[in-house]
C-alpha cells in the first residue's frame, strides 16, 4: 500500500516518540498535499507486510491514534497568534454559503430559459479556461451541498444563524460584513486552487441571478478573500482542492488558506482533491454536530467525523474522507 511505504519514509524513524499525541505536520514541498491523516500508523507496517490481503484487513490509519493540524510555517502561525490577540470573538454561531446556480439551463429557472449577453461573458469564459487547466469536467450543480448545508442549520437556532442558497449564494453574501458576526463559515461549491498563479485562485458562487443575467463578481478571489475582515473561530471549505497553492520556499502553500487566515480567521478546513459530493454531505454533518452540540474543538470535531466514515464499510476508503485537513490555529 502507497500509504505504508510514504509512512515508513516519513515516520517510522520516529514511531516511538508518537504516542497518541497531537501531531502537528510543517510540510514541504509535495508532503504538502499529503493526507497524513490517511497514512498507516507506523507500528503496524511489520503486520501490513505480510499480505496483500492482511494489508487490507489490518489497515489502520493515522487518524485513530491522533489529532493532525496543518501549518503553512512556524512564522506563519506566531504571526497569526499575535493578530488574533487583538480580534473580539464573533457574538453569532453559523453562516452558511451552498449551492450556487451555476448554469443558465439550471432547473431552479422558472419559464423561459434565459439567454446570456455575450459581453457580460467574460468571467465565465475564464472560469471555462480554468476548469480546463485543472482538468476539470466543469462547474455541475452540487446537489450534495444543498443536503450538507441544511443538515448543519438545523444544529443551532435560526436567530444564531445566516444563509445563502440558490442565485443568493454569490459575490454579494460572500463580502458581507454581516460575516464579521459568525463564529464558523461554511462554503459548501466549487473551488479553485491555481498552483502557478495563486491570485487567480477563488470560490466559485453563483454565476447568474434570478434573470438569467451573469453576475459580475460570480466568485470570491484570493485578492477578495484578503480584503475580508472576519472573526470567525473556523472556515470550511467544503470544495474540491481548497487547500492547495503555490509552494513558496520557507512559507509554504500560498493559497486560499492564507487568504482566510489573513482575513481574521483562526483555522480554515480545506480539502486536498477533488470530493465526493455524496461523502462530503455525510462527513460535514458530523463534523458540525461534533462542534456545535458536543463542544468539541474544530480538530478533535473532524478527526471524530472522519473516523466515522472509516468505520463505515461504504465510505472506509481514505478518498471519502481524508481530502479535508485543519490549518491554522488548534488550540
Known amino acids: 500500500m502507497a500509504a505504508t511505504e510514504l509512512s515508513r519514509l516519513i ?47 489490518n489497515y489502520q490509519p493515522l487518524l485513530v491514534n491522533h489529532e493532525i493540524v496543518n501549518l503553512p510555517s512556524i512564522t506563519a502561525i506566531a504571526t497569526h497568534r499575535q493578530d488574533l490577540n487583538k480580534r473580539q ?22 419559464g423561459k430559459e434565459p439567454s446570456l449577453a455575450p459581453e457580460l461573458n467574460l468571467e465565465q469564459s475564464s472560469l471555462k479556461q480554468s476548469a480546463i487547466n485543472l482538468n476539470r469536467a466543469g462547474w455541475e450543480r452540487l446537489p450534495g451541498t444543498r443536503t ?23 459575490y454579494n453574501f460572500a463580502t458581507s460584513s454581516k460575516l464579521k458576526q459568525y463564529r464558523f463559515i461554511l462554503f459548501a461549491t466549487h473551488g479553485l486552487a491555481d498552483p502557478i498563479n495563486p491570485e487567480l485562485s477563488k470560490i466559485v458562487l453563483s454565476q447568474i441571478n434570478k434573470q438569467g443575467k451573469p453576475n459580475n463578481p460570480s466568485t470570491l478571489r484570493l485578492g477578495d478573500i484578503f480584503n475580508l475582515d472576519l472573526g470567525a473561530d473556523l472556515v470550511v471549505l467544503s470544495a474540491c482542492e481548497t487547500g492547495l497553492g503555490k509552494d513558496v520556499q520557507g512559507e509554504g502553500l500560498v493559497g486560499l488558506t492564507r487568504g482566510f487566515m489573513y482575513a481574521g480567521t483562526k483555522s480554515t478546513v480545506v480539502s486536498l482533491w477533488q470530493i465526493n459530493d455524496t461523502a462530503t454531505s455525510e462527513l460535514m ?47
Open 148 to 170: 450538507e448545508a441544511e443538515r448543519i442549520l438545523r444544529l443551532v437556532p435560526s436567530s444564531e444563524s445566516l444563509y445563502a442558497f440558490d442565485f443568493d449564494a454569490n
Open 89 to 110: 470573538p464573533a457574538p453569532k454561531t453559523l453562516a452558511v454559503l451552498a449551492d450556487p446556480v451555476f448554469a443558465a439551463d439550471d432547473k431552479r429557472f422558472t
Open 285 to 331: 454533518p458530523q463534523f458540525y454536530t461534533a462542534m456545535l452540540q458536543q463542544k468539541a474543538s474544530p480538530i478533535t470535531a473532524l478527526r471524530q467525523a472522519q473516523l466515522k466514515l472509516w468505520q463505515q464499510e461504504n465510505w472506509r476508503n481514505p478518498y471519502y474522507w481524508a481530502a479535508f485537513t485543519l490549518q491554522g490555529e488548534w488550540r
Open 11 to 57: 515516520l517510522a524513524p520516529v514511531s516511538g516518540e508518537l504516542g497518541k499525541k497531537r501531531l502537528v505536520i510543517v510540510a514541504d514541498g509535495a508532503l504538502q498535499e499529503i493526507p497524513f491523516t490517511a497514512l498507516s500508523e507506523p507500528n503496524q507496517i511489520s503486520r501490513l507486510e505480510k499480505s496483500s490481503q492482511t494489508a487490507k484487513s
